[in-house]
């Protein structure tokens, strides 16, 4: 295990430093605009984009690796395309969420609201206000950033023969990413109406947090990037879908643990506010399973769940999902879609030694990661 993990580091850093360095490039230039008002959302926008994981753009990378690519900056672009999706993404993620941190720096929204603040702006109208006004320009923002990360695969791949099977998949993974967003955001509401059967409800749960899991995560942090960086390198179809099978099951053990460390890890660690999914009412494996199977607890729970958060609601959460089995159940979800994708690339014969103990390396990762 050690040594499929230490191979997988090695690799990560070594590219990561190498995509480091072009996004701080590209960063230069997101940076200008003839127009300063604009200029100031280009700039936090650039600035959003620096000290994230990259992971997404090493997984391109590494499909371009694992499907033959000749040269390892082959996927380069379209790596620094996938980072400058998830930066939007995030701006739009931090704006439906109300998060005041992402990535250890204040959210866009929150900085453009500041701004106002500082300088004394007044409302031009009376039905704005500085939270509307702000949100509305983080939007934007965020829209640049993905419309940008389309232009940036149009732009560096104009000549690939594979551009137009490329950018209509990269547009399918945002497609699913928004419509995983879409369920997250209006689950907890839809799962309330009456016209549903008291007794289908908790299947409706658990199949609508699993869709969540596959469309929001998987999609575009797992099965897209390393999907794409193959289709770079000319990979058949049939090694697509094998591929497509095993990172649907590490993109969904992925979120399990994203789910855990947003309620037990450190802040200042995790780079964004702990205890947020209680605030928003998250519906993640530990909340569907408490309230399926442990209905008293969940009575309790629902003192909390909604609410803001505190250090003492935060610990009473973390105690019931302790008690109830909820963490236990989460672990051993998460632990089962790692093994499950183990099993599945040990027999794809494509794939070379070195390219498994990377892949296997990075689940390792995933098992390990605290943020």
């Known amino acids: 295990m050690d040594g499929n993990l230490n191979s997988f580091l090695a690799y990560y850093r070594a590219t990561g430093r190498r995509l480091a360095a072009k996004m701080k490039k590209y960063n230069r230039s997101l940076r200008k605009d003839g127009n300063p ?3 100031v959302f280009r700039e936090d926008l650039a600035d959003l984009n620096e000290g994230g994981k990259m992971l997404r753009g090493v997984l391109v990378t590494l499909g371009a690796k694992i499907a033959g690519a000749e040269d390892p900056e082959i996927g380069d672009d ?3 395309a996938f980072e400058i999706l998830q930066t939007g993404i995030l701006v739009h993620d931090d704006i439906i969420d109300r998060s005041s941190m ?6 866009i929204h929150r900085r453009a609201k500041s701004r106002m603040e500082v300088r004394g702006t007044q409302m031009v109208s009376v039905t704005e206000d500085a939270d509307h006004v702000a949100g509305a320009a983080a939007i934007c923002a965020g ?3 993905i419309y940008m990360a389309n232009r940036q695969i149009a732009v560096s791949y104009a000549a690939h023969p594979a551009l137009s099977d490329i950018i209509t998949y990269f547009d399918d993974v945002l497609i699913n990413t928004i419509r995983g967003e879409l369920l997250d ?12 059967p008291e007794d289908e409800k908790p299947a409706i749960l658990e199949k609508s947090i699993r869709d969540i899991y596959h469309l929001k995560t998987s999609c575009y942090s797992v099965i897209g990037p390393l999907h794409l960086g193959m289709v770079l390198a000319g990979a058949p179809e049939e090694n697509l879908r094998a591929m497509d099978r095993a990172a649907d099951d590490i993109g969904i053990a992925f979120q399990i643990m994203d789910d855990i460390l947003g309620i037990y890890a450190d802040s200042e660690i995790l780079g964004k506010d702990v205890g947020s999914d209680i605030s928003e009412f998250k519906q993640t494996i530990l909340y569907m399973y408490v309230v399926n199977y442990r ?3 969940a009575k309790k729970l629902l003192r909390y769940y909604g609410k803001e958060v505190t250090d003492e609601r935060l610990a009473a959460v973390r105690q019931i999902f302790e008690e109830t089995g909820a963490l236990d159940y989460a672990k051993a979800t998460m632990n089962a879609c790692f093994d499950r994708a183990g099993r599945k690339l040990r027999r794809m014969k494509f794939l070379g030694k070195e390219d498994l103990e990377l892949l296997l390396g990075f689940m390792d990762w995933c098992r390990g990661r605290r943020k």
């Open 102 to 107: 992402r990535r250890g720096k204040i959210t």
């Open 185 to 196: 955001v209006f689950l907890p509401y839809e799962i309330q109406d009456s016209s549903y």
């Open 78 to 80: 379209l790596a620094l």
């Open 37 to 39: 008002v604009v200029r």
């Open 143 to 145: 829209d640049l950033g």
């Open 295 to 297: 209905p008293e607890a």
